[in-house]
């Protein structure tokens, strides 16, 4: 078995796969696809990480200063700045659910598109 899919150039192991292969091709075209798009979307929130800014926030806030740390937040691109100038402006209704809100639709955004590729990895086994 070896020996014939050595010989073997990938076009033609292809077309001796049939028509199962159209399927297991579109499935890998997908699975590169959001691979590629969740880690330029991780470096690029890598890169909007503002830690200095995150700890001048929490330092107005400690300072008692909740709306001038509301102000300076809404300046930074950092998800984790986002975060806290949401709960804070939304500190009436409640801090926590605040924060539990916010963070739940952060990580909405961190893992969008993994339902598809999860589905993906069961799927490829399957077809092959």
């Not at 078995?1 to 796969?17: D, I, K, S, W, Y």
């Not at 998800?79 to 009436?92: E, K, M, S």
Request: charged content about 20%.
């Amino acid at each position: 078995m070896a020996a014939l899919v050595m010989n073997q150039t990938p076009m033609e192991l292809f077309r001796h796969g049939g028509i199962f292969m159209w399927p297991i091709l579109m499935v890998s075209f997908l699975m590169i696809t959001i691979v590629i798009e969740r880690l330029i979307f991780i470096i690029k929130e890598g890169r909007r990480r503002q830690p200095a800014m995150v700890e001048k926030i929490l330092e107005t806030v400690e300072a008692g200063k909740i709306d001038e740390a509301i102000e300076l937040g809404k300046t930074s691109d950092d998800f984790i700045a986002r975060i806290v100038v949401y709960a804070l402006a939304h500190r009436a209704d409640s801090l926590g659910n605040s924060f539990n809100r916010i963070s739940n639709l952060e990580l909405k955004r961190f893992s969008q598109g993994l339902p598809v590729l999860d589905t993906c990895i069961t799927a490829a086994p399957l077809l092959g």
